[in-house]
């Protein structure tokens, strides 16, 4: 079995295929498969980067519009929570977290509602 390598052990090849695979993540939401960079030179990774580059950055603003969207719904969801009979914001959070399939656990309900990760934690 091949020893693991430090990010610095590896070639410049081993690098871009590194990145390539992460970036292709970030732009389409899932690995790369059936995709053989093999054979591929660091003039086709750098191709691959221009065109996932901006792919990341549609896939970013796309993906704060519909936080928003989320944070949105959900803060009227928490007041409508209130005027149901929560007293305070405290008690309607836990009815909703109570009311989820997320078993206390609050960044699960930020990501099984589209908020922001950590949308929950209070600020140190």
Same mark, same amino acid.
């Given at each position: 079995? +091949?020893?693991f390598k430090s990010w610095e052990e590896l070639s410049a090849l081993e690098q871009a295929q590194c990145m390539y695979w992460d970036m292709y993540k970030d732009a389409y939401g899932v690995r790369p498969r059936g995709?053989?960079?093999s054979t591929w030179t660091l003039e086709d990774f750098d191709a691959e980067f221009k065109v996932l580059g901006p792919a990341i950055e549609q896939e970013d603003a796309q993906r704060k519009i519909a936080e928003d969207e989320a944070i949105e719904k959900f +803060?009227?969801?928490v007041l409508?929570?209130?005027c149901m009979g929560a007293r305070?914001? +405290?008690t309607a959070l836990n009815w909703i977290?109570?009311?989820s399939n997320a078993n206390g656990d609050w960044d699960? $309900?930020?990501w099984d $509602?589209? $908020?922001p990760y950590h949308y929950f934690r209070k600020a140190a």
């Open positions: 079995m +091949e020893q995709v053989d960079t +803060e009227q969801h409508n929570t209130i305070d914001r +405290e977290m109570d009311a699960y $309900l930020c $509602l589209g $908020l």
